[in-house]
C-alpha cells in the first residue's frame, strides 16, 4: 500500500482546538532600500531565563538576530484579541529578500516563517515609485482526498483569504446562505481527510484490505455533518467491528495502540504550524499609492497572516509607495533659474548692441 504523507488541516473558527502562537512583525524600509525587521512574540521562563534552546520563534534565531528580553510583558491587540509578548528579536538587512534567504527553519515551517520579499524600484526624475512584494508560499502538503473535489478555486480562495471582491451582488442573507454552504462542504472534506488517514493507518496494521463499501458505511455513521464529528484510528476500529460484527480490529488497535497514535499524531502534526498568527507591519517611507492591505495608519501598513491564508494558495502582500527626489527638483529649479538668467544676459547684450 503506498505511503500517504497528509496533514490534517483545522477548520477555521471552527474546530480550532489547540493553542496559537502569535507574532507582531514590524518590517521598517529605508529610503535607500535597507530593512530593518523586529519580531515580537510570548517565551516562557526557560528561554527568559537565558536559555535560547526553547525557542517560541518559528526559526532559528542564531543567525545575527538581536534579542531583547522584557521585565514587564505588554498586550497587543491581534485583530480583537489582546495577547501579551515578552520578548522581540531584531536585524538590518541591505534588502528585504535578505531575511528570507537566511532564514535557517524546517521545510514545513518554511511557508509561514521564511515569506519570499522583494522591493523593487522605478526611477522618474520627480519621483521614484518602489514596489513591495511578500508572498507566503502555500503550504507544501498531500492529501488523500483533494479541497478541489469539494470546493472549487473561487470558493477555496473565498473561504481561507476572504476575497469578496466577486460576491458584491450578494446581500447579507444570500452571503450567509453562500458561507455557510462552503462551511458544510469545508469541514467534509477535513473529516473525509482523517477518515482515510485513520483507514491508510489501520489496513497498514491490519495486512488487509477493506470493502469501500464497508469503509464508506463506516464513514457515514462517524460523520454526522457538523464539527462535533469523532473521527479517529480507535473510533474507526470500533466502528468497524460494529459493522462487521466482530472484535478484530479493536483488538488491532489495543495490540498496537503507541504505534497507531504515534503515527497518526505525526500525520496530524503540522496543525501547530497551521494555528500560528503573525501581525505584519510595514512601514514605508514615502507616499502610498496602492496595496492590498486591509489597515492603513499613516505610513503603517498591517496584515493578518496565518496558516489558513496559505493553506490552498499563496498569500501576497503588496504595497506600491513613491519618494520624492528632492535633489531632481533643486536641479531642476537650479536650471530652469540658469535658463532665465542666460534669456536676461542675452536680452540685455542686444539691447546694447541695438543702442550703440
Request: net charge positive; glycine share 4%; with cysteine.
Amino acid at each position: 500500500m503506498k505511503t500517504i504523507k497528509i496533514i490534517t488541516l483545522v477548520v477555521i473558527s471552527v474546530i480550532a482546538t489547540s493553542c496559537s502562537s502569535y507574532y507582531r512583525t514590524i518590517t521598517k524600509l529605508s529610503r535607500n532600500g535597507n530593512a530593518q525587521r523586529e519580531i515580537y512574540a510570548k517565551a516562557d521562563s526557560t528561554f527568559m531565563s537565558g536559555n535560547i534552546a526553547n525557542n517560541p520563534y518559528l526559526f532559528d534565531i542564531n543567525s545575527g538576530w538581536a534579542i531583547k528580553r522584557f521585565k514587564t510583558p505588554y498586550k497587543y491587540n491581534f485583530f480583537g484579541e489582546d495577547v501579551e509578548l515578552n520578548v522581540m528579536i531584531s536585524q538590518k538587512a541591505t534588502s528585504v529578500s535578505d531575511f528570507s534567504e537566511k532564514t535557517i527553519c524546517s521545510e514545513i515551517k518554511r511557508p509561514l516563517a521564511a515569506p519570499k520579499e522583494s522591493l523593487t524600484k522605478k526611477f522618474r526624475w520627480f519621483y521614484t515609485t518602489y514596489t513591495y512584494t511578500c508572498i507566503y508560499p502555500k503550504i507544501n502538503y498531500d492529501v488523500p482526498v483533494s479541497i478541489n473535489k469539494f470546493l472549487t478555486p473561487k470558493e477555496q480562495r473565498l473561504w481561507s483569504q476572504g476575497d469578496f471582491d466577486k460576491y458584491k451582488a450578494l446581500n447579507g442573507a444570500e452571503m450567509s446562505n453562500m458561507l455557510n454552504d462552503i462551511e458544510k462542504k469545508f469541514i467534509n472534506w477535513y473529516y473525509r481527510n482523517l477518515f482515510e488517514i485513520s483507514i491508510d493507518i489501520i489496513e497498514e496494521k491490519y495486512n488487509g484490505n477493506i470493502s469501500q463499501n464497508v469503509k464508506e458505511d463506516v464513514y457515514k455513521q462517524l460523520y454526522n455533518g457538523t464539527p462535533d464529528s469523532d473521527i479517529t484510528p480507535y473510533k474507526v476500529c470500533k466502528q468497524l467491528d460494529i459493522n462487521l460484527k466482530g472484535n478484530s480490529f479493536e483488538k488491532l488497535y489495543n495490540d498496537n495502540e503507541k504505534k497507531i497514535s504515534k503515527e497518526f499524531d505525526s500525520k496530524t502534526s503540522v496543525i501547530n504550524i497551521i494555528n500560528n498568527t503573525i501581525s505584519y507591519e510595514l512601514i514605508v517611507p514615502g507616499e502610498i499609492l496602492s496595496t492590498n492591505s486591509p489597515i492603513i495608519k499613516s505610513d503603517t501598513l498591517i496584515w493578518k497572516v496565518d496558516g489558513t491564508r496559505n493553506l490552498f494558495s499563496s498569500y501576497t502582500l503588496s504595497a506600491e509607495y513613491r519618494i520624492i527626489n528632492t535633489w531632481a527638483f533643486i536641479i531642476s529649479i537650479l536650471v530652469v533659474l540658469i535658463a532665465i538668467i542666460s534669456i536676461v544676459i542675452i536680452k540685455k547684450r542686444n539691447i546694447s548692441k541695438h543702442r550703440i
